[in-house]
């Protein structure tokens, strides 16, 4: 009977449970929701500065013009809040990484879809952006200071949720 205990307790010691596989797919989910937000925050606070040290035209309260028509938009309020709500959609560009692009361990997949990104904003979803000048206007200074944002951004978005998997895949391998 000791026995018989024993060996039941060593198979479960050898196989995950299925509880522990969803808590671990959750926390994956949860690190990428993480990564999104802080990558947001962060890249989006650099946006700020750029723009405060006349790098670029571009304020983070760029993502309000289509929602809010109040003036303090275009205060410091305005780029603060800016800021937080960069910081929410970039958890949704950090799923959008993880769904398509998490296995990929190299840097330039990162780059690349920081490219993308900086493509959708600015040609795609420009006509959302009322105070957002076309392309040709924008001047050098901004598209290359707004540009290297974007790639910096997607390299920290795409880096950060690869090594992720990568740990996460090494963790399973290793059956812990």
């Not at 671990?24 to 925050?41: D, E, M, P």
């Not at 957002?132 to 920290?156: A, C, D, H, M, R």
């Amino acid at each position: 009977m000791e026995s018989e205990r024993n060996k039941r307790e060593e198979k479960d010691h050898n196989e995950p449970l299925e509880q522990n596989q969803k808590e671990r797919q959750v926390s994956f989910t949860g690190r990428v929701l993480t990564i999104g937000f802080v990558g947001g925050l962060f890249w989006s606070l650099i946006g700020y500065l750029l723009y405060a040290l006349n790098f670029t035209k571009i304020k983070p309260a760029l993502v309000l013009s289509p929602w809010v028509v109040a003036e303090w938009k275009d205060k410091a309020l305005g780029n603060w809040i800016g800021i937080l709500v960069i910081g929410f959609l970039s958890m949704l560009v950090a799923l959008v990484y993880k769904i398509l692009l998490a296995k990929f361990k190299h840097m330039i997949t990162g780059v690349i879809y920081g490219i993308v990104l900086w493509g959708i904003v600015f040609y795609l979803l420009r006509p959302m952006f009322p105070t957002l000048e076309p392309i040709q206007e924008l001047g050098k200074n901004t598209l290359t200071t707004t540009l290297s944002l974007y790639v910096l951004y997607g390299l920290f978005i795409g880096f950060s949720i690869s090594f992720e998997y990568d740990e996460l895949t090494k963790a399973r391998q290793e059956g812990h």
